[in-house]
């Protein structure tokens, strides 16, 4: 049967609004200005700052902080922004090896947006931060990465009120959150628990005391003095239920050791799950027998052969070959070094932090995978400017 076409009045309407349009056009163009388009737009600009990417900074300022441990200031080539406890990859070319650790950012949120510098403070115990502290200068030109974690307040997820427990240079984050709660841009009541062996060993403590105020709390505990000043021993149960408000989350960042006593007095005081947020520490040595097996590594059209030793991780032995891979966490928990396993046997340090299809379809994270046999991988170029 045929297709009648029935009339209707939107069409006739069409019709007119057709017939209008080269006028209508016309009109527009007399009315317009002869002012250029806009080459960039602001939310263009938002987006560069919150993923400035990978860049190169000025090392423009070096600040002792305590006998092992100095405070680092970069002049960034792009101005971001970042939550108070995220951390930045820090790298540079050393001998042949491309070598990046991960460190919190000690300068506030607002410093970064409004001046463009951002401040790493770093203890002097590890490859890296060994070369830091006794070579680095400054004029010194770094690679800056993206601000990542997730060791930071979430209005969501965490109390209103936060606890935070710091030894060593975990004390960085914190330093973060304390100006960032002075400036205003987080808002929410820390009261920290700063643990250090003497009174020398404390670092920012003039700031950290400056900082103080309804928001925020400082209480010392030293391990190896004594001192009417501050709290003596080790942050127990007892001591955080002397400070502490009715309720609260905790944030904790330190060694290992730390952690292992911290997580005792969490169980007495009924605290766990989501309520309790530890920093990563970067993977460090394998202690096993050493043994050097070949490692294979695909990355784009390139195939490269390098050496991988027992005791280190893969993304290790790619560095040590000068090989620009990615790099962030060194803890196996941002996922950003995702490569494919073609072929070998390895093992994961610590707890296995995949996704289930990562572990299904065979990828594996370089930076906390030592090998165990030959191996080889197909690993994601580099980010570069």
């Not at 163009?29 to 388009?37: N, R, V």
């Not at 490859?127 to 969501?156: C, E, H, L, Q």
């Not at 000068?322 to 941002?334: E, Q, T």
């Not at 296995?352 to 990828?363: C, V």
Request: with cysteine.
């Amino acid at each position: 049967m045929a297709y009648k076409f029935k009339r209707q009045i939107f069409g006739f309407m069409d019709l007119l609004r057709f017939k209008k349009m080269v006028p209508t056009r016309e009109k527009m163009l007399a009315e317009g200005s002869a002012k250029p388009l806009p080459k960039t737009y602001r939310v263009n600009e938002t987006a560069k700052i919150l993923h400035p990417g990978m860049q190169d900074a000025e090392l423009i300022a070096i600040k002792d902080e305590t006998a092992d441990m100095k405070t680092y200031t970069f002049k960034l080539s792009r101005k971001m922004m970042f939550r108070a406890g995220d951390y930045v990859t820090v790298g540079h070319k050393i001998g042949g090896s491309l070598v990046s650790r991960p460190y919190a950012i000690s300068s506030s949120p607002l410093t970064a947006l409004n001046e463009g510098t951002a401040d790493v403070t770093i203890k002097k115990a590890g490859f890296f931060s060994d070369w830091m502290y006794d070579n680095a200068k400054v004029g010194d030109t770094f690679r800056i990465g993206d601000p990542s974690g997730f060791f930071y307040y979430d209005g969501v997820r965490d109390r209103k009120d936060v606890v935070g427990i710091a030894g060593g240079s975990g004390i960085t984050p914190f330093v973060c959150m304390a100006r960032a709660i002075k400036e205003g841009s987080e808002d929410f009541s820390l009261t920290l628990f700063y643990g250090a062996r003497t009174e020398k060993d404390l670092a920012f403590k003039q700031e950290l005391d400056s900082l103080t105020g309804d928001k925020f709390k400082v209480i010392y505990v030293l391990s190896d003095e004594e001192n009417d000043k501050y709290e003596h021993g080790f942050v127990t149960a007892e001591l955080i239920q002397k400070y502490a408000p009715a309720s609260y989350s905790v944030f904790m960042c330190g060694p290992q050791a730390m952690y292992s006593f911290a997580d005792k007095q969490m169980e007495k005081l009924g605290l766990g799950g989501k309520y309790v947020r530890k920093e990563s520490n970067c993977v460090g040595v394998r202690d096993v027998k050493p043994q050097q097996f070949t490692l294979t590594v695909h990355i784009r059209d390139e195939v490269f052969t390098v050496k991988a030793d027992s005791r280190e991780t893969l993304l290790t032995a790619m560095e040590r070959a000068g090989l620009n891979v990615p790099s962030k966490c060194r803890a196996g928990g941002c996922g950003y070094c995702h490569s494919r396993l073609i072929s070998g046997k390895f093992t994961i340090a610590g707890a296995d932090k995949r996704r289930m299809a990562d572990i299904k379809f065979g990828y594996l994270h370089p930076c906390c995978s030592y090998p165990d046999s030959d191996m080889e991988i197909d690993v994601p170029a580099g980010e570069s400017d």
